[in-house]
């Protein structure tokens, strides 16, 4: 049976089990162990630290994983990489002291960087010939500069918050991170089916994301200008109305652009327009 490595506990958790919820797939929480059973697919989920995840998938221990690529691009282990998540964005960043005058990455020759991504920022130190002094600590990077530990940090940074909070300015995007799907190399036929049936469900989940179903009363003579605003999945749809002349227009409509195009509808004579969740998008 498939089996897939999600987060214990932490930032990751949470939303990996409701990614799974939204693919219809129960992990009976309550009694949580190391290994679950998973109800709605044949799926087995082992709990473990984001920090083990890559080598356990890479060791076929787990046939799959959830990890945010920063794990995995630190740590380095032969997995192959699946799919992107959509959650858990964040990015790797090198941030200095405020009261530096930084004027480019020529700033860390010969400097002392803290970081918990070591490998990561020695890949993109030495892309660039840049010969600075990596310091790998644990937990609380973000204090190095104050305590004299280090001159600048390499470190995760979602809102920013944290690094203003200990006065430092961001100054390199290194990586965009966000959860991924991992795998073993080589699955076996029959665990390479299941894995592909289950990132089925994961892609509609995530193209349905965003995504909003409209519905709306039109006259039948503005149906090619309403076409034009309106994207689909393949062309919208058109059903005749009762009253002569009018037709029922449902078209797919992302929601960044919802309201923009709501209101060219409406200047063309739309009516009666309806917006409703989307659930699932199966192309
Ligand atoms: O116990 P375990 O080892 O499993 O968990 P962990 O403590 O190592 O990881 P966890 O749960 O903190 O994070 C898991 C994953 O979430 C990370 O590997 C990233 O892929 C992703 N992620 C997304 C983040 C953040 N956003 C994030 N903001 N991981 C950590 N942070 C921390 C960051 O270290 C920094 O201290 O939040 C702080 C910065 O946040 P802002 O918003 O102040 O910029
Ligand atoms: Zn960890």
Same mark, same amino acid.
């Given at each position: 049976?498939?089996? =897939?490595?999600?987060?214990?506990?932490?930032?990751?958790? /949470?939303?990996?089990?409701?990614?799974?919820?939204?693919?219809?797939?129960?992990?009976?929480?309550?009694?949580?162990?190391?290994?679950?059973?998973?109800?709605?697919?044949?799926? /087995?989920?082992?709990?473990?630290?984001?920090? @083990?995840?890559?080598?356990?998938?890479?060791?076929?221990? $787990?046939?799959?994983?959830?990890?945010?690529?920063?794990?995995?691009?630190?740590?380095?282990?032969?997995?192959?990489?699946?799919?992107?998540?959509?959650? &858990?964005?964040?990015?790797?960043?090198?941030?200095?002291?405020?009261?530096? $005058?930084?004027? &480019? !990455?020529?700033?860390?020759?010969?400097?002392?960087?803290?970081?918990?991504?070591?490998? =990561?920022?020695?890949?993109?130190?030495? #892309?660039?010939?840049? @010969?600075?002094?990596?310091?790998?600590? #644990?937990?609380?990077?973000?204090?190095?500069?104050?305590?004299?530990?280090? @001159?600048?940090?390499?470190?995760?940074?979602?809102?920013?918050?944290?690094?203003?909070?200990? &006065?430092?300015?961001?100054? /390199?995007?290194?990586?965009?991170?966000?959860?991924?799907?991992?795998?073993?190399?080589?699955?076996?036929?029959? +665990?390479?089916?299941?894995?592909?049936?289950?990132?089925?469900?994961?892609?509609?989940?995530?193209?349905?994301?965003?995504?909003?179903?409209?519905?709306?009363?039109?006259?039948?003579? +503005?149906?090619?200008?309403?076409?034009?605003?309106?994207?689909?999945?393949?062309?919208?749809? =058109?059903?005749?109305?009762?009253? +002569?002349?009018?037709?029922?227009?449902?078209?797919?409509?992302?929601?960044? /652009? !919802?309201?923009?195009?709501?209101?060219?509808?409406?200047?063309?004579?739309? #009516? &009666? =327009?309806?917006? !409703?969740?989307?659930?699932?998008?199966?192309?």
């Amino acid at each position: 049976m498939l089996r =897939i490595a999600i987060q214990a506990k932490g930032r990751l958790n /949470e939303q990996s089990l409701g990614l799974l919820a939204e693919a219809g797939i129960v992990v009976a929480e309550g009694k949580r162990r190391l290994v679950v059973r998973a109800e709605g697919f044949p799926l /087995e989920v082992l709990f473990l630290r984001d920090d @083990d995840i890559p080598q356990t998938v890479a060791m076929g221990v $787990a046939d799959l994983g959830i990890v945010g690529l920063n794990e995995v691009e630190e740590r380095g282990f032969p997995v192959e990489r699946l799919m992107n998540l959509g959650f &858990g964005s964040c990015r790797l960043s090198l941030a200095v002291p405020d009261k530096v $005058a930084y004027t &480019g !990455l020529d700033y860390f020759r010969g400097r002392r960087v803290a970081t918990s991504y070591p490998n =990561i920022l020695q890949r993109y130190f030495s #892309e660039r010939r840049i @010969d600075a002094r990596i310091h790998r600590i #644990e937990g609380s990077v973000e204090i190095a500069p104050a305590v004299g530990i280090s @001159d600048a940090i390499f470190d995760i940074v979602s809102s920013g918050s944290t690094l203003i909070s200990n &006065g430092l300015t961001e100054v /390199e995007q290194v990586l965009h991170s966000e959860a991924v799907l991992i795998g073993t190399p080589d699955l076996e036929e029959g +665990k390479r089916r299941e894995a592909s049936q289950l990132m089925f469900r994961f892609n509609s989940i995530l193209e349905s994301r965003g995504m909003k179903y409209v519905l709306m009363n039109l006259p039948e003579e +503005k149906i090619a200008e309403a076409t034009a605003l309106l994207p689909g999945m393949r062309s919208p749809t =058109i059903l005749p109305l009762a009253q +002569k002349g009018w037709c029922s227009m449902h078209a797919v409509i992302g929601e960044k /652009e !919802l309201w923009e195009r709501i209101e060219r509808l409406k200047a063309i004579g739309a #009516e &009666g =327009i309806l917006v !409703l969740a989307l659930e699932n998008m199966i192309r």
